[in-house]
């Protein structure tokens, strides 16, 4: 069976600040992906990020860094000088070895309070 | 970018009634849809897969005769919730895949009173 951790409950943080979001996974599958998504008050999920297993690149995109480790099976999600604007629910996802076409399976979230 | 919508964003009703929520790629099609619940300060949950043409997949636990899933085309889910109650009120998404793309849909809220 699949799981992701995310251990961090909730997260507050001062403007400015960097903050490491983690995000743990377990999968038997040898091909699967791995996603970010945002979800602010209003509800909606904002994808960030979607990395496949093979690909152990870290990236950055912006503020926003991502550290794949796939030998702690870990997915862990940096923002540099946070803003007001970060705050949010952060989910990370796993889906299954069709790739992305297929149902993920969520983390609990991490909530990020960022304030001035 | 590709595009889901759901319709309605958000719905009350009464307890005992039935409620409609659609999920619509636009400028897609998708032969196989999912359904996400997800309680106040929760997780998202997947609660069945909707297919073209033929019987949706429910997860372990989710009711199949009480979350009825109508994919009558390649370009719309629908998911009833009969017979709502208050413990149905969550916040139901849908998403649907495209190539090796996954878009998902705006989120319903449902309040039952």
């Known amino acids: 069976a699949q799981k992701v951790t995310q251990a961090q409950t909730e997260i507050s943080v001062v403007e400015k600040e960097d903050v490491t979001l983690d995000c743990v996974y377990e999968?038997?599958?040898?091909?699967?992906?791995l996603f970010w998504y945002k979800q602010p008050p209003s509800g909606e999920l904002v994808f960030l990020i979607r990395r496949n297993s093979f690909d152990e690149q870290n990236e950055i995109s912006g503020r926003y860094s991502w550290n794949f480790q796939k030998s702690t099976s870990s997915f862990n999600f940096t923002i540099t000088a946070s803003q007001v604007v970060d705050s949010a629910v952060y989910f990370c996802?796993?889906?299954?070895?069709?790739?992305?076409?297929?149902?993920?399976?969520f983390g609990t979230g991490t909530r990020l309070q960022v304030t001035l | 970018g590709a595009v889901v919508s759901q319709h309605p964003s958000r719905v009350i009703c009464k307890s005992g009634t039935s409620v409609k929520i659609e999920c619509r790629s636009l400028d897609f099609q998708a032969t196989t849809m999912f359904w996400y619940r997800q309680f106040p300060k929760q997780s998202l949950m997947l609660m069945a897969t909707s297919n073209e043409g033929s019987k949706a997949t429910y997860e372990q636990g989710v009711e199949k005769d009480k979350f009825l899933i109508n994919h009558a085309s390649l370009t719309l889910s629908t998911l009833t919730v009969t017979s709502a109650h208050p413990e149905d009120s969550s916040f139901y998404i849908c998403s649907a895949p495209q190539g090796a793309e996954l878009f998902f849909g705006e989120g319903s809220r449902l309040t039952v009173l």
């Open positions: 999968t038997r599958d040898t091909t699967y992906y």
């Open positions: 996802a796993l889906s299954g070895p069709r790739g992305t076409a297929s149902k993920l399976t």
